[in-house]
C-alpha cells in the first residue's frame, strides 16, 4: 500500500472510529468485562476463528468459534459464571493490534484487517497466539459496532489449547 493511499484512509475519520473501536475492543477483552464487550457488537453481529486460515464460508467449513448474538452470549455466560473449568482462574492477557489497513468502505461500514498479537499468563505458563484480524465496522444510530469479527490463527490448523479468554 503506498502511503499516500494510507495517510488517505487514516484522514477519514469514520477510519479512525473504527480503529479506536478495535482498541476499544482489546482493552475491554484484556479487562475480562465481557457485559461492555457485548455492547459492541450489532444484533446480527458474528465472531469468527475460523480452522482454515484461507476460508471465507464460514457456515461451510469448520470453525473454532463461529458465534451469532445468541452464541456470543452464551459463551459470556458461560466464562462469567464460574462453571466453566478453562475459565476459572482465568489468564491475564494483554494484547496489541496494529497493521491496519482498509479493505472496503461502503455508505456505512469500515472493514479492517490487522495483525493481533495475544499474550496470555495462567498457572505459571505463558502463551503466545498471533493472529490476522478483519473487523467490519457499522455505523449505526447509536454509533460505530462491530459487526463481524474474524480472527484467523496462525496456528489454526494445529492444536490449539482451551485459553478461557475471548480471543
Given at each position: 500500500m503506498s502511503t499516500d493511499l494510507m495517510t488517505a484512509q487514516l484522514s477519514d475519520?469514520?477510519?479512525l472510529q473504527a480503529i479506536e473501536l478495535?482498541?476499544?475492543e482489546a482493552a475491554?477483552?484484556?479487562?475480562?468485562?465481557?457485559q461492555s464487550w457485548d455492547a459492541l457488537w450489532t444484533d446480527s453481529g458474528r465472531y469468527i476463528i475460523p480452522i482454515d486460515p484461507e476460508t471465507d464460508d464460514f457456515d461451510g467449513s469448520l470453525n473454532m468459534?463461529?458465534?451469532d448474538t445468541r452464541m456470543r452470549r452464551m459463551r459470556i455466560e458461560r466464562l462469567t459464571s464460574g462453571y466453566s473449568m478453562s475459565a476459572l482462574a482465568a489468564a491475564?492477557?494483554?494484547?496489541t493490534l496494529s497493521r491496519f489497513t482498509v479493505e472496503e468502505r461502503t455508505d456505512d461500514s469500515v472493514t479492517l484487517r490487522s495483525a493481533q498479537i495475544l499474550v496470555g499468563f495462567k498457572r505459571d505458563e505463558q502463551q503466545t497466539l498471533a493472529a490476522?484480524?478483519?473487523?467490519?465496522?457499522?455505523y449505526t444510530e447509536s454509533g460505530p459496532r462491530l459487526d463481524l469479527k474474524v480472527i484467523r490463527l496462525v496456528n489454526s490448523q494445529g492444536?490449539?489449547?482451551a485459553s478461557g479468554y475471548l480471543l
Open positions: 475519520t469514520r477510519v478495535v482498541w476499544q475491554l477483552l484484556d479487562a475480562k468485562d465481557y468459534v463461529n458465534d491475564r492477557t494483554v494484547r490476522d484480524v478483519t473487523h467490519r465496522i457499522r492444536a490449539v489449547n
